[in-house]
Every structure is written in C-alpha cells, then in structure tokens.
C-alpha cells in the first residue's frame, strides 16, 4: 500500500496536487456553508422518558414545551394602564406568529408568580405549535424582528438561546481561527527552521478542515447534525493534519539530508512515517467514533466529525503532501532560517538521556509519576455536573439577561416544571385528580397545576418545583414521581426529567463506548508493535493521564479557579457530556503520541537494539517530534479556550492540558520507566498472537535497515 502512494505521489505529483486543489474548491462551496446547515441542542436521549412525554403532548395538539419568553419592563407596576397595553402589545404580537399555539400573560393568568418581587418586570411566554427545530428557529426570527424597536422588551427562552448559541459558535470559531493559524505559523518556523517547510502543515490542515465541513454537508443532509461539531473539526482537524505533517515532513527533510534520492527519500519516508500515520488515524478515528453510539446528537455528531476529521487528515497527508514534496524536493528548505545537520545514530541528545536517567531508576520514577497523576484524579472523584441553558452564552445575549432575571427577580421555578402527560379519557378524571393530589404530595413539589385536557385520550399537568430544577432534591422529586402507582399510563418530561434521562443515558451507553476504545486501542498496537504487553499498558496509562485531566478540570471549572483569566463564570459543575467527549478525544490522542514513540521503539529493536538502548533511542528521535506536535495541537484545539461557551473552553483547556501531560509526563517518565522495568518482556505475546501478526501485519513493517534521521 506504501509502495503505490508512494509511486501514486512520485509519478502522478501534478495529477494529485491539481486533484486536491479542485477538491478544496468543491469543499469550500459546498461544505463552507456548513455552519449555518447545522441544528443546535442535541443534548436529550429521543428515546428517553422525558422525550416521549414531549412529542405525546404534541401530538395530541398540546403546545411543545419549548418557546419564547419577553420580558417586560413595567415601571409603572401591573396595575398601570400604561403597563397593561404593553402587555397586551406583546402578547398580540406574540399571537400573529403562525408557529405559536398559546400565548400567556400575567393579565389573563393572574398569577403574582409573573411579576417580579419589585414589581417592575413581567413576562409574557409564546408555546410553539410542534412545527419541529427549523420552523421554530424561523418564527423566533420573525418575532425578534418584530419587537426590534420595543426598548422595554427583552426576548429569552429556548430557542432565542439556541439560536444565540449558534452565533456564538460562529463568532468563536472565527476567532479561534484568526488566534490559532499565526501562532501556529510563526511555532512551525521555529520547528523546521524554514518558511516553506512551515507552511505545508498549514495547507495540510486548513485542506483537512474544509474538505471535513464538506462531508459534514453530505452527512447532514441525511441525518441532521449539531453545530457544535462545528468546534471539534476545527481544532481536531487542524491539529492531525498538523500533527501527521510534521512526522512526513520531518523524516523526508531527514533522508534527503542523509544524501538520498528525492524518491527514495519519499520511499522511505512512506514506509516509516506514513505507517505510523496509519495506526495513529485509526485508533483516533474509533476513538472518536465510538461517540456516535450515544443517542443523543451533540455526541453522535461530535463522533461522526471527528471520525471523519481524522480520516480526512490522515488521507491528506499520505497523498497530498508526498506530492507536494515530491514536486518541492530539496526546495523544501528554501528561505531556511539556518542549515541544519543530520543527526547521526551515535548521537545521544538530552531525550536520550533523560530515558536513560529514567531507565536507571525505574521504580523511583514509576511509582512518583504515578502518584502525582492519581493525586491531580482526586478531584474528579466529587464531580458535579450540569446542562446547557442560557447561562453558557455570555451577558451580552438578551436570553441570558432573560434567564438571569427569572432566576433572580421572580418566585423560582415556574417556567421549569416537571411535566406528566397521562393517556387519560374525561370519564377517569376521579383518576386524574387523585394523581394529580399524590404528586403534589412528594417532596420537592411546591405545588400543582389543575389538569388540562389535551384531547380525547390525553391530560396534562404540571408540578412546579421547590428547589432548583438541577438539585438532588428536584432529581429526586422526578425519581418519586415517576414510581407512584396509578392505572393511567404516564410519563414524565420537563427540564428536570430531562437532566435526569440524560444521566441515564451517558451511563447506559458509557461501557460501550469504552469497549469500542480498548479493543480498537489493543488491536491497533498490537498491530503497531506485535506486543500484546504494550497495548495493555498503554491502556492503563491514558486511563491515569484522563484521571489526572479530569481532576484539574474539576479544580478550575467546577471549583471556579481562574476565572478572571480565562474569562468565564463558574456554573459549580461541569456539563454533563463533557467528560465523555473529552475522554474519547484524549484517549485517542494519548494512544496518537503513544504510537508515535513505540512504532519508533520498534524500529530500533527490530534492527538488533538492546530494549533499553531501543527505548533511549525512540524517545531521542521522537521526543522533539512528540513535543512539538503536542504544542502545536494545543495550540490548535487549545484556541478554543477563547470562547464565550463555557463548555466549548472546557473542552479546548480540557484537550490542551490531556496532551500536555500524556506527551511529558507519561512519554519521558512513566514509558521508559516502565519499559525498562519490564524488560523483554514488552515484546512478548502468546504464540497464536504472534502467527497471527505474521501473517497479518508484519508487511507492514519496513523492509530493510533505515537511514539514521531523527524522525518517527
């Protein structure tokens, strides 16, 4: 397979770089509208209770339980005409949008719950008509558009604070775009020490980003996506392509220094780095995809794009780029900053000696290494989590300041309450009441609504909590009520119920997930190292680096450490999806640099190495590699530290600090330490193993001594 790229990028060069230059421009037409395709939310279980509750309500020609909320400014208190006809204004305008099936208002309510505890501010809420996402998001349009010019209107609710989120999003990707590429640029000078080698991670990454948008758009166009994937392409994108560039790049520029040919050199470089690539995009690709198997679509779609991300990437550099170098050849050093050396193998650097201070005291090391990375896991024993509302926009969005208000300004939790739909016909409404006086009796319920009769077969009522809709006690409330004996056929849905569902939810689909990513992470390295010691440690140590990751994301998020300098507000938790999103991308990228060393390793020892002079030796001609790559990735998803979404910073700090760690502290401590304390015992693996890797994967491996470079 190496030989023909390799031949496919030789001979066919031109052919293959005009390819790639007609695919961005297909990509960028039809994949750069992408953000503005996607859908936002995606954060419940369609099949959950909660869910159910919901479209049943809908269909029995209830109104959703999502709309909009206007908050309205009544200095004058309810009383005052003044107050009342501007009540009345909003609530007909509210009225004329087709999408809206019920308005309410404090006037026809009556409820003091409406007004605020000062009396200045009311609020009028409009329920859609189960139209579905887009015609929601379109009405919301026409009703902000409408009350444009009304200063003592502020409009909230659902789908304003969805459609704010999608803004922000946009804006934050544009910014981390803008921030990432020219730090980017000006670390790769320092990398390669050259301008055009600095440039060619760029156009691997900025090529894997659109032509990933553009699968995206085919995707969507099938199974509708969320925006929030939008975020992880970017950052995941750009920092693979980035990543799988340097490895090609830096072993080309290595033999052709070593005096080959241009296409030997290209050969070569195939043969060892592009095989490193091939591991690496696949253990990163499933562990991606395994988040397409949870059912709700913030997950599913960040597993589809990162998936496709990697692959993109991965395809990119082993075809695109060895054209590019091979049309470049030695020009690839044009406009160096200086000329550079190659290293030769006697050469024994400061990684080389690091492995063997390292490998001379391997207990010390093992067990310190391992101590600080449970002790930073603590943490994360006391995690707390969220959802998403309207608190992860920042201030300036009205749905924010809508939702502070009604936090803060009015009797609590009116407009989150759990809602129970009933099959129930008008002849058991003796059923109905006693239901509905049982549930006002569980704690947690501060009171109940009177029952609505949604259709022939169908009733609904609403229990408003008395704590917050996201504390145990209102979790525990939902769990109550849900287990009361009652021959109507109910379920139960609202904010509440829903939190609760998606706990369930993550937790039920969590072991699969995890047993997608160990058995790809084991059969990869396996097929890496034709071990099956390493792949099993290698497990165990991202599952200490996760542990520790997590432990410092609950000290700054949750805890609300560094507020002021990464410029967010803590929520006192952490989302909810958030820990599994980042624990399959870190444990992808963590097997990613973990390849990248061992494939290396195995090089040296194949060719007759010693164990400990072969782990001195790939960690001296990797180490460079695997800390430059690391910065440059974090710097690449680390961007988005900069965004406004609290829970998009979490996920770029998140990324950023997971590399940082499993590439210094796990790759120059805890992997030689450990390698050396076992010996020959890394290579072994069970006779049937072995035949199998003969068979299977030893074509794979490189067929004749390599040249002395320093790269992967």
């Known amino acids: 397979m190496f030989r023909w790229l390799t031949r496919l990028a030789d001979r066919r060069r031109w052919t293959v770089i005009t ?5 961005a421009g297909v990509a960028a037409v039809f994949g750069g509208p992408v953000v503005g395709q996607l859908s936002t939310g995606g954060f419940t279980d369609p099949k959950a209770d909660s869910s159910i509750a919901r479209t049943r309500a809908a269909d029995a020609g209830g109104a959703d339980t999502t709309g909009v909320i206007a908050l309205v400014q009544i200095p004058g208190g309810i009383q005052s005409a003044a107050s009342q006809a501007e009540i009345n204004r909003v609530a007909a305008t509210l009225s004329g949008d087709r999408e ?4 309410v ?23 859609w008509k189960p139209v579905g996402d887009s015609a929601e998001s379109a009405a919301a349009k026409r009703v902000q558009s409408a009350l444009a010019g009304d200063h003592s209107v502020k409009l909230g609710g659902y789908t304003i604070a969805q459609a704010d989120v999608q803004t922000q999003v946009s804006h934050d990707l544009a910014k981390a775009e803008e921030l990432a590429f020219p730090i980017l640029f000006v670390l790769l000078v320092l990398v390669f020490r050259g301008v055009i080698a600095a440039l060619l991670p ?13 699968g995206l758009s085919i995707v969507n166009n099938f199974d509708p996506l969320s925006i929030f994937a939008v975020n992880l392409v970017t950052g995941l994108g750009l920092g693979l392509g980035i990543d799988y560039s340097l490895l090609v790049l830096s072993r080309f520029r290595e033999e052709l220094g070593a005096g080959l040919t241009r296409s030997e050199a290209l050969r070569r470089t195939m043969m060892t780095a ?4 091939l591991f690496s995009s696949l253990t990163v690709a499933a562990a991606a995809g395994s988040l397409s198997v949870f059912p709700e679509k913030f997950l599913y779609s960040m597993g589809i794009g990162g998936a496709i991300g990697t692959l993109v990437a991965a395809t990119v550099s082993l075809t695109v780029l060895p054209a590019v170098l091979a049309a470049l050849g030695h020009n690839v050093d044009r406009f160096s900053l200086r000329r550079r050396r190659p290293q030769q193998a006697e050469h024994r650097g400061a990684w080389y000696r690091i492995a063997t201070f390292v490998m001379r005291r391997p207990v010390i090391v093992a067990v310190a290494s391992a101590a600080i990375l449970i002790l930073a896991g603590l943490p994360f024993t006391r995690i707390a989590f969220t959802s998403v509302d309207a608190t992860v926009l920042p201030e300036l969005y009205t749905s924010r300041q809508v939702d502070y208000a009604l936090r803060h300004d009015f009797p609590p939790f009116h407009l989150a309450p759990v809602t129970v739909i009933a099959n129930a016909t008008p002849q058991q409404a003796s059923d109905v009441q006693l239901l509905a006086q049982r549930i006002g009796k569980v704690p947690g319920v501060a009171l109940v609504t009177p029952p609505r ?7 609904q009522m609403d229990a408003v909590l008395a704590n917050d809709p996201l504390s145990p006690a209102s979790r525990d409330a939902v769990t109550a009520i849900r287990g009361l004996s009652t021959p109507l056929n ?12 998606l706990q369930a939810s993550l937790a039920r689909t969590l072991p699969l997930a995890f047993a997608i990513i160990a058995v790809f992470t084991l059969v990869v390295l396996f097929a890496a190292t034709g071990s099956a010691v390493l792949p099993v440690k290698a497990l165990l140590m991202n599952v200490l680096s996760l542990s520790a990751t997590f432990g410092i994301l609950v000290l700054i998020f949750q805890d609300g450490r560094f507020q002021s300098i990464l410029g967010y507000t803590s929520q006192g938790a952490l989302e909810s999806t958030q820990p599994i999103l980042l624990f399959a991308l870190a444990f992808g990228l963590s097997t990613d640099y973990g390849v990248f060393l061992l494939t290396r390793i195995k090089e040296s020892h194949d060719h007759g190495a010693a164990n400990s002079v072969a782990v001195a030796t790939g960690l001296e001609r990797t180490g460079r590699i695997i800390t430059a790559a690391a910065v440059l990735f974090c710097v690449a998803i680390g961007s988005f530290a900069t965004s406004d979404i609290i829970f998009i910073k979490e996920l770029g700090v998140g990324t950023a600090l997971a590399v940082l760690i499993d590439a210094s502290l796990v790759r120059a401590l805890l992997v030689p330490a450990l390698m050396a304390l076992l010996g020959r015992w890394n290579w072994w693996a069970p006779g049937p193993l072995r035949r199998l890797y003969q068979r299977a994967f030893a ?5 004749e001594p390599l040249t002395t470079s320093t790269a992967a």
């Open 100 to 103: 809206v099936a019920v308005v």
């Open 202 to 214: 760029l156009l691997v990454g900025g090529l894997t980003i659109i032509v990933t948008f553009l």
């Open 453 to 459: 009769q949604l259709s022939s077969s169908v009733v």
């Open 105 to 127: 208002n404090p006037l026809t309510t009556h409820d003091p719950a409406m007004v605020s505890s000062d009396g200045r501010l009311t609020y009028v809420v409009a329920f």
């Open 274 to 277: 592009g095989r490193t690539i």
């Open 19 to 23: 390819a790639s230059v007609v695919l």
């Open 490 to 501: 109910t379920v139960v849905g609202g904010p509440t119920a829903e939190f609760v569902d």
């Open 699 to 703: 074509h794979l491996e490189a067929a």
